[in-house]
């Protein structure tokens, strides 16, 4: 079972930065495939980012260069560094994972992000 905790999510002014952290427990963190969802006010869920095992990354067309996913192997944990906030970035913000030889995907409870303008 994997167990995912997500930390770093609060209030930032519109042009700010935020950086999320999610560590994961339960499983060889090597073996999934990390991400992160977001969940808008009255939306649905959309991918934010994605990174595997070999560090590949893949971004929503709405990041456009503004965050960054990395991963630290060593310490369980994958990170979102998010840059040039803008108010329609406020949303709930969930770490996800999926083995990489594919599975359902486990969740985080989830962090908010909230960007004033």
């Known amino acids: 079972q994997v167990h995912l905790v997500e930390s770093g999510g609060g209030l930032v002014q519109a042009g700010g930065s935020l950086t999320l952290s999610c560590v994961a427990s339960?499983?060889?963190?090597?073996?999934?495939?990390m991400g992160w969802h977001r969940q808008p006010p009255g939306k649905q869920r959309e991918l934010v980012a994605q990174?595997?095992?070999?560090?590949?990354?893949y971004y929503g067309d709405f990041v456009a260069g503004r965050f960054t996913i990395s991963r630290d192997n060593a310490k369980s944990t994958v990170y979102l560094r998010m840059s040039s906030l803008k108010p329609e970035d406020t949303a709930d913000y969930y770490c996800?994972?999926?083995?990489?030889?594919?599975?359902?995907?486990?969740w985080g409870q989830g962090t908010q992000v909230t960007v004033s303008s």
């Open positions: 996800t994972a999926q083995y990489r030889w594919g599975s359902d995907d486990f």
């Open positions: 990174i595997d095992s070999g560090y590949a990354t």
């Open positions: 339960g499983t060889i963190f090597g073996d999934l495939i």
